[in-house]
């Protein structure tokens, strides 16, 4: 990655593989240790910054590429939009 400003290569330290397709949106969850990636692939993806061979979770859209992902303040939901007037919203906690 490099800095426009400074002209400074900074070191990609990894890399997620799994999506299909061009990604539009990602977030980091409030914990620092989960992060989601929304793809044109029509799939947002949960990933674990402490095992990234494989995403914590795979969610399907209905029509078309995720383009926004947030998750909650309180840690409970994500949120993802697509542009075709869907918005999924998940339980973050497990049961």
């Not at 426009?4 to 290569?9: C, E, F, G, K």
């Not at 303040?73 to 075709?84: G, K, L």
Request: charged share 20%; glycine share 4%; hydrophobic share 40%.
């Amino acid at each position: 990655m490099n800095n426009s400003r400074s002209n400074i290569q900074k070191p990609i330290i990894a890399k997620v593989v799994g999506h299909l397709d061009f990604s539009f949106a990602s977030t980091w969850h409030p914990n620092g240790r989960i992060f989601a990636t929304g793809n044109q692939d029509k799939t947002s993806r949960v990933w674990d910054i402490r095992n990234l061979s494989l995403p914590v979770a795979v969610l399907k859209n209905n029509l078309g590429a995720a383009r926004s992902i947030h998750f909650s303040s309180n840690d409970q939901f994500m949120v993802v939009a697509e542009p075709a007037d869907f918005v999924h919203i998940y339980n973050t906690k497990a049961d």
